[in-house]
T-cell receptor, first 111, second 112 residues
Framework: DAKTTQPPSMDCAEGRAANLPCNHS???????VYWYRQIHSQGPQYIIH???NNETNEMASLIITEDRKSSTLILPHATLRDTAVYYC????????????FGPGTRLSVLP | KAGVTQTPRYLIKTRGQQVTLSCSPI?????VSWYQQTPGQGLQFLFE???????NKGNFPGRFSGRQFSNSRSEMNVSTLELGDSALYLC???????????FGQGTRLTVV
């Protein structure tokens, strides 16, 4: 079972920041937080990951709370192409690929 | 560089038949994993191969099997197909450290 909980759906106005929350209250000290997204009928796309520090890349920012029990993915200026299902995953690195996907959050960016 | 390539993209099979799906990872990646995605169960991990050996396995029946070749290309086989095997089958590859997985576009299998 997935070790994360996310809201099933969210809306965001185009051009505004999209803030997607994720709860992972049972996260272990060596587990990373990963975010992927899946645009309709395509393979999931890696967005960002982090351990305990906040992270930023060209796609998004990841804010992890100090107790690491929750995190927020921020898309700073959402566009219509950001409409997708967003998955938050926790996993240990270095033990192979065995991502456990939950149902994710369906983000709809509205014009 | 080229991404993960899955063939075929679409497939229709009859119940009871078997099917083989192919995945070519990103050049230099040695880990290949397979996932099944259905509307009811979502994305589920099937198994992972690393250097021609199965390294991780999900909770699927033995009808689902795979293998990896010395060039890291992988195949997945499903025998005695059931209607419930209709799904999008996704392959992902990763490089050193398994930091991130890169997914292919998937093979959509329909069992009739």
């Amino acid at each position: 079972d997935a070790k994360t909980t996310q809201p099933p759906s969210m809306d965001c106005a185009e051009g505004r920041a999209a803030n997607l929350p994720c709860n992972h209250s049972t996260i272990s000290g060596n587990e990373y937080v990963y975010w992927y997204r899946q645009i309709h009928s395509q393979g999931p796309q890696y967005i960002i990951h982090g351990l305990k520090n906040n992270e930023t890349n060209e796609m998004a920012s990841l804010i992890i709370t100090e107790d690491r029990k929750s995190s927020t993915l921020i898309l700073p200026h959402a566009t219509l192409r950001d409409t997708a299902v967003y998955y938050c995953i926790v996993r240990v690195q270095g033990y192979g690929q065995n991502f456990v996907f939950g149902p994710g959050t369906r983000l709809s960016v509205l014009p | 560089k080229a991404g993960v390539t899955q063939t075929p993209r679409y497939l229709i099979k009859t119940r009871g038949q078997q099917v083989t799906l192919s995945c070519s990872p990103i050049s230099g990646h040695r880990s290949v994993s397979w996932y099944q995605q259905t509307p009811g169960q979502g994305l589920q991990f099937l198994f992972e191969y690393f250097s021609e050996t199965q390294r991780n396995k999900g909770n699927f029946p033995g009808r689902f099997s795979g293998r990896q070749f010395s060039n890291s290309r992988s195949e997945m086989n499903v025998s005695t197909l059931e209607l419930g095997d209709s799904a999008l089958y996704l392959c992902a590859s990763s490089g050193t450290g398994d930091i991130e997985a890169f997914f292919g576009q998937g093979t959509r299998l329909t069992v009739v």
